[in-house]
């Protein structure tokens, strides 16, 4: 059953789904495009006249960015690249911190939603409020996935078999939701770090020669499954192993 493909009902769009979906949408562009102004900066500082690089030597990218909103840009030295490169970089980490800000604001009130929607999600273990946020928004209301291996589709989980002759293995599943999908992984890894009973399931695979990217799959497919049932009937407790 979970290897096959299953029908989806179309997401009802209600009032705490929709208000995810935007937040989400605006905070992933915020992100990215601090991301893309960061790399920008560092660029810049690399490539910009040595009495513009010697301020930022031996700093880290967070250093970076505050030396730069700091500058004071003037024309008195009469190098015109200099000031430009001072004039740019300031603009670029203040941008950055506009768009941090943005960002911080979007992931407040998606805290905020989810609290009053399925507070519960954000007790489970790799579970924060982003990744409860876009979990929400794939699940959408009870009865969209008919059982846990549409739900596993959905996320692009479920097992794909690759075996070859007497050796049994199965692919990664790169169709489905892949927000979805990375907020699976996101869970998987924070379980893989913090969580003892994960841990010793890893362990156990690792002994009877699973990788480790055949373990964070089997992991996925299980989380997603669990999740499903929570979901669903958010009474059931969740099996986080």
Same mark, same amino acid.
């Given at each position: *059953?979970?290897?096959?493909?299953?029908?989806?009902?179309?997401? @009802?769009?209600?009032?705490?789904?929709?208000?995810? +979906?935007?937040?989400? /949408?605006?905070?992933?562009?915020?992100?990215?495009?601090?991301? #893309?102004?960061?790399?920008?900066?560092?660029?810049? &500082?690399?490539?910009?006249?040595?009495?513009?690089?010697?301020?930022?030597?031996?700093?880290?990218?967070?250093?970076?960015?505050?030396?730069?909103?700091?500058?004071?840009? %003037?024309?008195?030295?009469? *190098?015109?690249? =200099?000031?430009?490169?001072? #004039?740019?970089?300031?603009?670029?980490?203040?941008?950055?911190?506009?768009?941090? #800000?943005?960002?911080?604001?979007?992931? %407040?009130?998606?805290?905020?939603?989810?609290?009053?929607?399925?507070?519960?999600?954000? %007790?489970?273990?790799? =579970?924060?409020? &982003? =990744?409860?946020? #876009?979990?929400?928004?794939?699940?959408?209301?009870?009865?969209?996935?008919?059982?846990?291996?549409?739900?596993?589709?959905?996320?692009?989980?479920?097992? &794909?078999?690759?075996?070859?002759? @007497?050796?049994?293995?199965?692919?990664?599943?790169?169709?489905?939701?892949?927000? $979805?999908?990375?907020?699976?992984?996101?869970?998987?890894?924070?379980?893989?770090?913090?969580?003892?009973?994960?841990?010793?399931?890893? *362990?156990?695979?690792?002994?009877?020669? @699973? /990788?480790?990217?055949? &373990? @964070?799959?089997?992991?996925?497919?299980?989380?997603?499954?669990?999740?499903?049932?929570?979901?669903?009937?958010?009474? +059931?407790? $969740? *099996?986080?192993?």
């Amino acid at each position: *059953d979970a290897l096959a493909r299953t029908q989806l009902a179309q997401p @009802k769009t209600g009032p705490e789904r929709a208000a995810l +979906q935007m937040r989400l /949408t605006a905070r992933r562009a915020a992100v990215e495009a601090a991301t #893309t102004a960061q790399r920008q900066l560092h660029a810049l &500082i690399v490539t910009a006249p040595e009495a513009v690089r010697s301020r930022f030597r031996g700093q880290n990218t967070r250093a970076m960015i505050t030396t730069a909103a700091r500058l004071r840009p %003037t024309t008195a030295s009469g *190098d015109v690249e =200099v000031t430009t490169a001072l #004039t740019v970089l300031r603009d670029l980490a203040r941008r950055i911190r506009t768009l941090e #800000t943005e960002a911080a604001a979007h992931e %407040t009130a998606i805290l905020t939603i989810v609290r009053s929607w399925r507070p519960d999600l954000l %007790t489970l273990t790799g =579970v924060g409020p &982003i =990744v409860a946020a #876009t979990v929400l928004t794939a699940w959408s209301h009870p009865g969209r996935c008919r059982n846990d291996a549409a739900f596993a589709m959905l996320a692009g989980v479920a097992p &794909i078999p690759a075996s070859s002759g @007497k050796t049994i293995r199965y692919r990664l599943n790169r169709s489905g939701d892949r927000q $979805l999908n990375r907020a699976l992984h996101t869970i998987t890894l924070s379980r893989l770090r913090y969580d003892q009973p994960t841990r010793a399931y890893a *362990d156990r695979r690792r002994a009877q020669g @699973k /990788t480790d990217r055949e &373990i @964070k799959r089997c992991l996925k497919r299980y989380i997603a499954r669990d999740l499903y049932r929570r979901l669903e009937n958010p009474s +059931q407790p $969740l *099996d986080a192993s």
